[in-house]
């Protein structure tokens, strides 16, 4: 069965050239089934998942140690999954996210940073009383308390 780094590697020059980033790669052995989550900065196009695609393919079809009969899924991470790859957090600043610590407690707010060592979070909390405005705070979570951080989707 094809693996993980192999793929990455191939990947490499052409997720360059498309401007797009790697978020994740899912195989699924029993069912040589390869899921590949692609991105970029303002949103992926079913073009470049297509071309990412027929690269990949190309390359597995080619060269050894993958199965003849094998299904190859390139996709967007969607929007509830939790996020895997810094490039998602920098596209989300100033977005709304969800935050879950490891202790269970769930946040909401705009994401302002995240590095990979701290995120902040502005927090809108409802008025106290009828009339008053929303008390605001920028609150500060250390990347090991937090469990996932997941675009928040307001229909």
């Known amino acids: 069965m094809g693996n993980r780094e192999q793929i990455e590697e191939w990947l490499g020059p052409k997720l360059e050239e498309l401007g797009c980033f790697l ?4 195989i699924n052995p029993s ?17 470049q998942c297509e071309k990412v695609s027929r690269h990949l393919s190309f390359m597995i079809e080619n060269q050894g140690g993958f199965p003849e009969k094998y299904t190859l899924d390139v996709s967007s991470p969607g929007m509830d999954n ?14 709304t996210v969800e935050v879950l610590l490891l202790s269970g407690v769930k946040m909401e ?6 590095d990979g060592k701290v995120l902040h979070l502005e927090v809108h909390h ?30």
């Not at 008053?132 to 675009?151: A, G, N, Q, R, W």
């Open 82 to 95: 939790p996020f895997k790859v810094q490039q998602q957090y920098d596209k989300t600043i100033g977005k």
């Open 23 to 26: 978020v994740d790669i899912r």
């Open 31 to 47: 069912s040589s089934k390869y899921e590949v989550y692609i991105d970029t900065p303002t949103g992926v196009t079913i073009e």
């Open 109 to 114: 707010g705009m994401l302002k940073k995240a």
């Open 126 to 155: 409802p008025p106290k009383k009828k009339g008053m405005k929303p008390e605001i705070t920028l609150e500060t979570y250390d990347f090991s308390e937090i469990k996932h951080v997941k675009k928040k989707i307001n229909f």
